[in-house]
């Protein structure tokens, strides 16, 4: 499954398995219009891009995003008919998958509140299960997330950093690990190897940044 999923840069992340699957589009280097499936995390300008989201999406793309920003993607222009909302702990079917909403919120800082009811996402495609934490920090809902790969961010500031983020992942215990939210906006690649450092044993990494 870790072949199949990409990070173009920041927290932007493509998966291309059953399905095309992007996930908060940024900074796309190239319009490739062949996206099934495209989720936004939170309305921020660095996950929710409307000039990315339209070099990923195709004419039929369906659209997921938390309820409380229905009202954002609306506005960027997605047709009501091919967009879908989710709380945390809602399930939804859609393409031959089944998502999972999780809350994404900061426990220490002011940047994302977790009455904004933003997400982070379980995707189970196929046998596989795939956490995608969105902007957050160490919070129990998310050590409770079951997953054979989960991608969470590292670079700190608006996140967790690098030790806080290991410490999670140890909490949860996935087969593997994809570091994100660094090289760019935040963090560096010496906290995607400070975040390796602290990783315990058994737990696959993969850097797809830098």
Not at 2 to 12: A, G
Not at 73 to 99: F, H, S
Not at 137 to 152: H, K, T, Y
């Amino acid at each position: 499954m870790l072949d199949n999923i990409s990070v173009n840069e920041h927290s932007s992340i493509r998966i291309d398995d059953k399905i095309i699957a992007c996930i908060d589009p940024f900074r796309l280097k190239e319009a490739r219009h062949d996206a099934d499936l495209i989720l936004f995390t939170h309305p921020h300008f660095d996950h929710f891009s409307p000039e990315d989201f339209r070099k990923a999406a195709k004419p039929d793309t369906l659209f997921v995003c938390p309820l409380s920003m229905k009202r954002e993607a609306l506005e960027a222009g997605i047709a009501p008919a091919q967009l879908r909302t989710l709380e945390a702990e809602e399930n939804l079917g859609i393409l031959g998958i089944e998502i999972e909403g999780v809350p994404a919120y900061n426990t220490n800082k002011p940047n994302h509140p977790k009455e904004k009811g933003w997400l982070g996402y379980v995707l189970e495609i196929g046998p596989h299960m795939v956490y995608v934490a969105g902007d957050t920090d160490r919070i129990p809902e998310g050590e409770a997330v079951q997953c054979d790969v989960a991608l969470v961010p590292i670079g700190g500031t608006y996140t967790m950093d690098a030790a806080e983020a290991a410490a999670f992942v140890n909490a949860m215990r996935p087969r593997a690990v994809i570091p994100t939210h660094y090289g760019s906006i935040v963090g560096s690649l010496n906290d995607a190897r400070e975040f390796v450092r602290r990783l315990d044993r058994g737990i696959e990494v993969c850097l797809k940044i830098g």
